[in-house]
T-cell receptor
Framework: NAGVMQNPRHLVRRRGQEARLRCSPM?????VYWYRQLPEEGLKFMVY????????ESGMPKERFSAEFPKEGPSILRIQQVVRGDSAAYFC????????????FGPGTRLTVT | AQRVTQPEKLLSVFKGAPVELKCNYS??????LFWYVQYSRQRLQLLLR??SRESIKGFTADLNKGETSFHLKKPFAQEEDSAMYYC???????????FGSGTQLTVLP
């Protein structure tokens, strides 16, 4: 089991461009979570998804951010019209249905907006 | 609103000394508490959770509801324990984790 995969590991975007971050959960996991970590801070919850459903997006900024977890393929976190303040590390985690609190984390994507 | 506080950003101890990483939380209900660890160049991983009451790599943590604390302890620190440690809370039916800002532990030889 390769664990949670995230790509790209590093992403550089200019202000106004779009950023797409991908997350493949562990095999057999159907729950995906996205967290954001700003410098010197802990991870902050953004969104929780199951296949084809957004369950909890209470941590997502209201504008420019969206997430999906399609029936086939990885979960995608999409940030439109990026701004400098979006520069952060974005982590994805997955959990099995049976153990919702055991979240396994990916290596993260470090987004830099120039 | 729930919150997790880790008052120490940095903590250094000598090898063989006891170590305690502090974690305090605020939440009105019955939380689930966790410790996650991130070793250098590795991904964040679950170290232990309070309901399992087990000792992992010599670490233990006891939930003290009166003091709303979940401090992580180890009687004899090892150099390989050097890492970033995050305390986290999950509340009720919500599956999201609320993390503290982390404590960087350095165990000196």
């Amino acid at each position: 089991n390769a664990g949670v995969m995230q790509n790209p590991r590093h992403l550089v975007r200019r202000r106004g461009q779009e950023a797409r971050l991908r997350c493949s959960p562990m095999k057999g996991h159907s729950h995906v979570y996205w967290y954001r970590q700003l410098p010197e801070e802990g991870l902050k919850f953004m969104v929780y998804l199951q296949k084809e459903n957004i369950i909890d997006e209470s941590g997502m900024p209201k504008e420019r951010f969206s997430a999906e977890f399609p029936k086939e393929g990885p979960s995608i976190l999409r940030i439109q019209q990026v701004v400098r303040g979006d520069s952060a590390a974005y982590f994805c985690a997955s959990s099995p249905r049976s153990e919702p609190y055991e979240q396994y984390f990916g290596p993260g994507t470090r987004l830099t907006v120039t | 609103a729930q919150r997790v506080t880790q008052p120490e950003k940095l903590l250094s101890v000598f090898k063989g000394a006891p170590v305690e990483l502090k974690c305090n939380y605020s939440y009105s209900g019955s939380p689930e508490l966790f410790w996650y660890v991130q070793y250098s160049r590795q991904r964040l991983q679950l170290l232990l959770r309070h309901i399992s009451r087990e000792s992992i790599k010599g670490f233990t943590a006891d939930l003290n509801k009166g003091e709303t604390s979940f401090h992580l302890k180890k009687p004899f620190a090892q150099e390989e324990d050097s890492a970033m440690y995050y305390c986290a809370l999950s509340s009720g039916s919500a599956r999201q984790l609320t993390f503290g800002s982390g404590t960087q532990l350095t165990v000196l030889p």
